[in-house]
C-alpha cells in the first residue's frame, strides 16, 4: 500500500505513516463534496459565519496541539507554529464577521428598471497547499471559499499529512455538514484526474513555480478556474537615510522567519553604497549569532528546513553561484548533525544571471547587493522573473511609498516586512502567479460574478 511518511526534519525520525486514498476513495469523497455543497450554497450568509466562528474556537482551544504538530512535521520553531495557529483562528473570524459586507450585491445604475451584479459561488474547489505553513495556507483559502457558499478539498503536501488530518478532524468538531471539506491523501500524480473531474469547477495552488505551470496547463485544458500563488525572490531596498539598527533586525527576521522558508521571506537586500558597507558588517554579525537550534527549543532564532533533500538542494544553489563569480560571505557549510540544518547563509558580489540573484532560496541564505543609486536599486529590484512582494526600509516614508509604487510585485511594503492579511488582498505577477486571495478580492475569485438586468 502507498503512503505518504511524515518525517520529523530536526531528528530525521519517522512520526507516521498515512495511507494513500485510491481513485475509488477520492472520487466519492468529491462525490460527498458536491452534495454537501448543493445543501450548503443555500444557507444563509448569517448561517455560515456560526459555523466558521466555531471553526476558529476549535482553533484556539487546541492551538498548543496543531502547533506542536505543525513543528514535528516541518520543523518551524514553536512560537511561530503557535502564531500561524493563531492567524488562523483571526481570518476564520474576519471573514465570518465580514463576508456579508464583501459579498454585497452592487447596485449599478443602467436604463433598466433594476440592475446589479451579484456574487454566487461556484461549486467544489480543490486547493493543492504546501508544507511551510501548513494550517494557515489552507485556512487563508478554506475561510473564504466556504463563506462564498463554496465546498473544497485539500490536497496537502505529503510530508504534513498530519496537519491535514487535524483541519479536516477541526472541521467536524465545529461542526460543518458532513463532506463539504475533505484531504485527499494523494500524490502529485492524481492531481489531473481530480481537476479533470466534471464536479471540480477551480483549482487553487500555493507551491513552485513547475508546480503552478503543471496545474495551471490542466485547468486550461479543462477551462476550469486557476488561482497561482507561487514563489517569490522578494527584494528589499535599505536607503541612506535608513536607521542601519532597526534595518538589520528587520532583515535578519525576515530572512530567517520559518526557517527562511517562506514564500514572501526577504531575500535579496538592495543596499545604496552610501551604507554598504555599515548594513553588510551589522547583518553579518547579526546572521551569526542567529541561534540555529532545536525548534522546540526556546533560545533558537531558527530551526531545520523542512526535509534533508531541500536542504541539500539549497547549498548546490549557494555552490553554484559561488561557482559563477559570487562570494560566500558567510556560512555555506552543511553542519555534521542530524535533521536538514544549515547555517544562516551571506552571499554578495551578485548580479543578474547568477542563481543567487535569479533563483528563489528557499532557506536562510540572504543575498546582499550593491547599488550606485536609487535608480539602480529599483532596476535591480525588478530585475528578476517572480513579483511576490518587495519592501523598502527608510526614513522617508514618502520616499518609500514613490519607490514601493515602482516595485514590480504584488505587494509592497515601506519599514515593514511583506505580511498576508485578511484585509488586503494578496498574491503576485510574473512567475509568481496569478489572481488574488484575502480580502473581498480573494473571496470573490471563487464566485460567479453575475450580473442581474430587470428591464
Not at 454537501?36 to 496541539?65: F, I
Request: charged share 25%; hydrophobic share 40%.
Amino acid at each position: 500500500m502507498e503512503v505518504a511518511k511524515s518525517i520529523n526534519p530536526a531528528t530525521e525520525e519517522l512520526i507516521k505513516e498515512y495511507p494513500r486514498h485510491s481513485k475509488e476513495e477520492v472520487i466519492s469523497k468529491i462525490k460527498q463534496a458536491n452534495n454537501a455543497y448543493l445543501k450548503w450554497k443555500g444557507e444563509t450568509l448569517p448561517e455560515r459565519s456560526k459555523y466558521l466562528h466555531r471553526l476558529a474556537d476549535v482553533l484556539e482551544k487546541n492551538k498548543e496541539v496543531y502547533a506542536e504538530l505543525a513543528t514535528d512535521e516541518m520543523g518551524k520553531l514553536l512560537k511561530q507554529s503557535q502564531s500561524e495557529i493563531e492567524k488562523c483562528a483571526w481570518v476564520c473570524r474576519y471573514y465570518a464577521d465580514n463576508a456579508e459586507k464583501l459579498l454585497a450585491k452592487e447596485e449599478v445604475k443602467t436604463e433598466a428598471t433594476k440592475s446589479y451584479v451579484t456574487f454566487q459561488p461556484l461549486g467544489v474547489v480543490l486547493a493543492v497547499m504546501p508544507w511551510n505553513f501548513p494550517f494557515y495556507q489552507v485556512i487563508r483559502f478554506l475561510a473564504p471559499a466556504l463563506m462564498a457558499g463554496n465546498a473544497a478539498l485539500l490536497k496537502h503536501a505529503s510530508n504534513v499529512q498530519g496537519c491535514a488530518y487535524a483541519i479536516e478532524a477541526a472541521m467536524e468538531k465545529a461542526g460543518f455538514p458532513e463532506g463539504l471539506f475533505a484531504n485527499l491523501n494523494v500524490g502529485s500524480s492524481a492531481i489531473e484526474d481530480v481537476i479533470a473531474n466534471d464536479t471540480i469547477v477551480a483549482v487553487t495552488l500555493t507551491g513552485s513555480e513547475p508546480a503552478g505551470r503543471s496545474v495551471a496547463k490542466i485547468a486550461g485544458k479543462h477551462l476550469k478556474k486557476s488561482v497561482l500563488e507561487l514563489g517569490g525572490s522578494d527584494a528589499y531596498i535599505i536607503l541612506d537615510d535608513v536607521d542601519l539598527d532597526t534595518a538589520v533586525e528587520t532583515a535578519v527576521f525576515g530572512r530567517l522567519q520559518n526557517n527562511g522558508q517562506t514564500c514572501i521571506a526577504a531575500k535579496r537586500f538592495i543596499v545604496l553604497e552610501e551604507v554598504y558597507d555599515a548594513f553588510l558588517e551589522k547583518f553579518t554579525k547579526r546572521m551569526e549569532n542567529a541561534i540555529l537550534g532545536e525548534p522546540k527549543d526556546e533560545n533558537s532564532f531558527y530551526g531545520p528546513m523542512a526535509r534533508v533533500g531541500l536542504r541539500d538542494e539549497l547549498h548546490q544553489q549557494v555552490l553554484k553561484t559561488v561557482s559563477q563569480g559570487g562570494t560566500l560571505h558567510l556560512g555555506g557549510e552543511v553542519p555534521d548533525r542530524k535533521g536538514a540544518y544549515y547555517p544562516a547563509t551571506i552571499l554578495t558580489n551578485l548580479k543578474p544571471g547568477m542563481v543567487g540573484f535569479d533563483e528563489e532560496l528557499f532557506g536562510p541564505v540572504a543575498s546582499v547587493i550593491k547599488a550606485k543609486n536609487e535608480a539602480e536599486a529599483i532596476s535591480l529590484a525588478n530585475a528578476t522573473n517572480f513579483g511576490l512582494g518587495a519592501g523598502v526600509l527608510t526614513g522617508n516614508k514618502e520616499r518609500g511609498e514613490k519607490i514601493a509604487l515602482q516595485l514590480e510585485a504584488g505587494n509592497a511594503f515601506v519599514n515593514k516586512l511583506v505580511a498576508s492579511d485578511p484585509r488586503l488582498p494578496f498574491g503576485g505577477i510574473k512567475n509568481s502567479g496569478y489572481g488574488r486571495e484575502l480580502s473581498s478580492y480573494g473571496i470573490r475569485e471563487f464566485t460567479n460574478t453575475k450580473t442581474i438586468w430587470v428591464d
